[in-house]
């Protein structure tokens, strides 16, 4: 699952994951992406922390309280590059923190297949 606001960056990460031979969901913001996620309990999210309604800091504490959507893994990809805001995102527990602007959209296709293996 892409958790992306930004329309032209989630329609770049769809086309190089469907290349990449995955199944797509994506959410354009907090709320959808909390339903999405309790609705299709996807293998992976990649999300933005500044999206609208609910920002990726509060998605991150909706789906870790509930035990089945806890264990989905979550790559943090955001343009947000202070050391505290990397910090609260793998203590609400996010697996990895990535900047947008220092990783190619290889890398993190890359990262995503390391984690479902």
């Not at 354009?28 to 999210?45: L, N």
């Not at 933005?48 to 800091?57: A, Q, T």
């Not at 220092?102 to 390391?114: A, L, P, R």
Request: glycine content about 6%; cysteine-free; overall charge negative.
């Amino acid at each position: 699952m892409i958790v992306e606001d930004n329309e032209l960056i989630s329609k770049v990460y769809q086309t190089k994951f469907i290349k990449e031979g995955f199944e797509i969901f994506l959410a354009r913001d907090g709320e959808e992406a909390v339903k999405k996620i309790t609705t299709e309990k996807p293998d992976m999210i990649l999300l933005d922390l500044m999206i609208p309604k609910k920002d990726g800091f509060g998605v991150l504490e909706d789906i870790k309280k509930i035990p089945v959507l806890a264990k989905i893994p979550v790559i943090v990809l955001s343009n947000l590059g202070q050391q505290k805001d990397k910090d609260r995102a793998l203590e609400l527990g996010a697996n990895e923190y990535l900047i947008k602007v220092d990783s190619s959209i290889q890398e993190i296709v890359d990262k995503v297949k390391g984690y479902l293996g």
